[in-house]
């Protein structure tokens, strides 16, 4: 009995083991700097309330544009009047009935307007819509860099982490080895057990550090896959190794007048300083007239234009040029006309401003690019003399021709080496990523 339930249990065990493992390893995704980018532009609550506003802003557009098109309307009604004698003429030859009495009234009218001329009212208004609606869509091309630039944040904090880690594991590797060679040296009398205590501190502290950097790593996952906005427990892996390109870097002037050109903000600016100023355009209407076309037909039982009144249907039109003008408003149209002049001034000082933040941030971003590239060519640099080094004192130790801590130093200089190195990759891809932003240059 024993044996049957053992023989069940196994297969049992196995398959939960089989889809624990599929699960999981549906959870890890590789993923290259591209892709991050891909999922996090689909996947993006920002993105999509920016296309929503898109949609809203070309609606808008749309209304605006429809009142420039002539208008039809219908209407129709019912009426039911209470019983009154009809009006009649008493005569010597008899009564004569003027108007009959109707008491069921119906009545439909069609009616159609097209205004002609509303001294520039209706065109301002639509500038203003369209500017506004090209403003949306640069609006919506900056939220898409700025998702791209999050991506790029968060991918390359976990390249740093994954690489801190690595450091620090080896670091431990390497601790282990001369805490193993160090207690052999005391087993033969070669070394003193201080000697021994200060590899086994190293060797805590580097354990310390190791668990600070498996923890860095799980927090930077999460971190990336809140960016892409994908589940909390997706493990992504990125690349393990890059390879920096002695890339060239324009010039700054060139820079800065890319920048000018294609920065999504600058450009939405511009379309807003366009829409003030239509908008001045749109306060000065009311100092011209406004003049419509319109027209009505009427179906109605009984029709009042006809006369004598007949208990029938019966159709009519008319046709309208209608003129208004407002002749005083005590300086309401001239109060309203110095508010949009003054708003345009503004919007045109803000634009102002944003170009020389634009400069100033393409300046920054510029200078710190340079400075990134130095340090990862320093620091790779000092990664190979650190690992001589290493390499020289270990062997130096092992034939007893150094001392103890010289080796201690050695593997903390290593260390600090790499992680010094990854930090300025990483520091580079960042400050590319920032100057790449600041110009509204490529995505990716």
Wanted: glycine share 4%; proline share 2%.
């Amino acid at each position: 009995m024993l044996l049957s339930i053992r023989k069940n249990i196994v297969p049992i065990i196995l398959i939960v083991l089989f889809f624990t493992t599929l699960s999981s390893a549906q959870n890890q995704r590789s993923l290259t700097l591209n892709e991050c980018i891909k999922i996090g532009l689909e996947n993006s609550n920002t993105l999509h309330s920016s296309k929503m506003k898109i949609v809203s802003s070309e609606a808008q557009l749309s209304q605006v544009n429809a009142s420039h098109l002539p208008s039809l309307s219908l209407s129709a009604s019912y009426t039911r009047l209470s019983e009154v004698n009809p009006f009649e003429v008493n005569t010597p030859f008899g009564n004569f009935v003027i108007s009959p009495s109707i008491f069921d009234n119906y009545n439909a009218k069609l009616s159609l307007q097209q205004p002609l001329f509303t001294g520039f009212k209706l065109s301002s208004s639509s500038d203003i819509a369209k500017y506004n609606s090209l403003a949306v869509k640069q609006d919506y091309n900056k939220d898409e860099q700025d998702v791209i630039y999050n991506v790029k944040n968060a991918y390359w904090n976990l390249f740093l982490a994954g690489k801190f880690k690595e450091a620090v594991d080896e670091n431990v590797q390497q601790v282990k080895a001369h805490l193993e060679d160090i207690q052999n040296f005391y087993k033969q009398g070669i070394a003193t057990k201080n000697e021994v205590l200060k590899v086994e501190v190293q060797l805590s502290q580097a354990q310390l550090n190791q668990i600070d950097a498996n923890n860095s790593v799980k927090l930077a996952v999460v971190n990336l896959d809140n960016v892409m906005n994908v589940p909390l427990t997706t493990d992504v892996q990125v690349q393990k190794d890059i390879k920096i390109e002695n890339e060239n870097i324009d010039e700054l002037d060139q820079l800065i007048s890319k920048a000018i050109k294609n920065r999504p903000e600058i450009k939405s600016m511009q379309y807003r300083v366009d829409a003030s100023k239509s908008g001045i355009t749109l306060a000065e209407s009311d100092w011209y007239p406004q003049v419509f076309l319109s027209g009505e037909y009427l179906y109605a039982k009984p029709n009042q234009r006809i006369l004598p009144t007949h208990n029938r249907f019966d159709g009519t039109w008319d046709v309208t040029l209608g003129l208004s003008f407002n002749l005083w408003n005590w300086g309401a149209t001239k109060d309203q006309t110095t508010q949009a002049e003054t708003q345009y001034e503004q919007v045109k000082d803000t634009y102002k401003t944003l170009q020389d933040g634009v400069t100033l941030e393409v300046t920054q971003n510029y200078y710190n690019l340079i400075k990134a590239k130095e340090k990862v060519f320093v620091t790779d640099q000092a990664v190979n003399q650190a690992e001589e080094n290493y390499r020289v004192t270990d062997e130096r130790f092992k034939q007893g021709l150094t001392l103890n801590s010289e080796l201690l130093d050695a593997e903390t200089a290593l260390m600090q080496a790499r992680t010094n190195h990854a930090q300025a990759i990483v520091d580079y891809e960042l400050a590319k990523a920032q100057l790449e932003r600041s110009t509204g240059g490529k995505k990716n």
